[in-house]
Nanobody
Framework: VQLQASGGGLVQAGDSLRLSCAAS????????VGWFRQAPGKEREFVTA????????DYADSVKGRFAISRDNAKKLVYLQMNSLKPEDTAVYYC?????????????????????WGQGTLVTVSS
């Protein structure tokens, strides 16, 4: 599967933004998809992930209650809705995919689990 993230931009603190991850290839529902981010000078960190079926999700504590992940398998899209953005959310956001045996399996938060990575999209939140 190939993935392409889009939707980044410059917003103010408190604003909302929605990122999209478009996939190409077959059997998209067999892939869990995660979002990761990397801020300047920092290591890449897990943000959220969704199982192939869309039923199971996982979130980093820093974004719980503010971010929401969803997917549309018919359109081969995964969305990251980001609300109440903070300056510390500023980063390059990447979507990544991993092939899973079961569509409802817990997607996983470790970047090493994911074999397919899209290019990043920059999100900048000004204070």
């Amino acid at each position: 599967v190939q993935l392409q993230a889009s939707g980044g931009g410059l917003v103010q603190a408190g604003d909302s933004l929605r990122l999209s991850c478009a996939a190409s290839g077959r059997s998209f529902s067999s892939y869990a998809v995660g979002w990761f981010r990397q801020a300047p000078g920092k290591e890449r960190e897990f943000v959220t992930a969704v199982s192939g079926s869309g039923v199971t999700t996982d979130y980093a504590d820093s974004v719980k209650g503010r971010f929401a992940i969803s997917r549309d398998n018919a359109k081969k899209l995964v969305y990251l809705q980001m609300n109440s953005l903070k300056p510390e959310d500023t980063a390059v956001y990447y979507c990544a995919g991993r092939l899973t045996a079961l569509s409802n399996i817990t997607p996983g938060s470790q970047a090493t689990l994911y074999n397919y990575w899209g290019q990043g999209t920059l999100v900048t939140v000004s204070s």
